[in-house]
Nanobody, 119 residues
């Protein structure tokens, strides 16, 4: 079982930066692939970024590639999302999620943190 708690959201002007954190509980954090998703008002939840268990492999949605960076610290059981050059269209609730290697879908989700980018 993994419990996830996001933090770091807030209000920022376009062009600014934010760093989201997702702290995990449990002893097996390093065995999970971790991802960030977001959901804007009136829209479906969408994939943002993912990182492998070791942190060596990352994957990004085209809309954030080159602006966002996902990373993890397995010793601290935390995954991060560094967001630079933010745009108003990045406004959403951001969720982190954990996926076991053998799972088809993400098994565990955090409660989300709001990111609002003003123009």
């Amino acid at each position: 079982q993994v419990q996830l708690v996001e933090s770091g959201g807030g209000l920022v002007q376009a062009g600014g930066s934010l760093r989201l954190s997702c702290a995990a509980s449990g002893r097996t954090f390093s065995s999970y692939l971790m991802g960030w998703f977001r959901q804007a008002p009136g829209k479906e939840r969408e994939f943002v970024a993912a990182i492998s268990r070791s942190g060596e492999i990352t994957n990004y949605a085209d809309s954030v590639k080159g602006r966002f960076t996902i990373s993890r610290d397995n010793a601290k059981k935390t995954v991060y999302l560094q967001m630079n050059s933010l745009k108003p269209e990045d406004t959403a609730v951001y969720y982190c999620a954990a996926k076991a290697v053998v799972a088809i879908t993400y098994d565990y989700w955090g409660q989300g943190t709001q990111v609002t980018v003003s123009s």
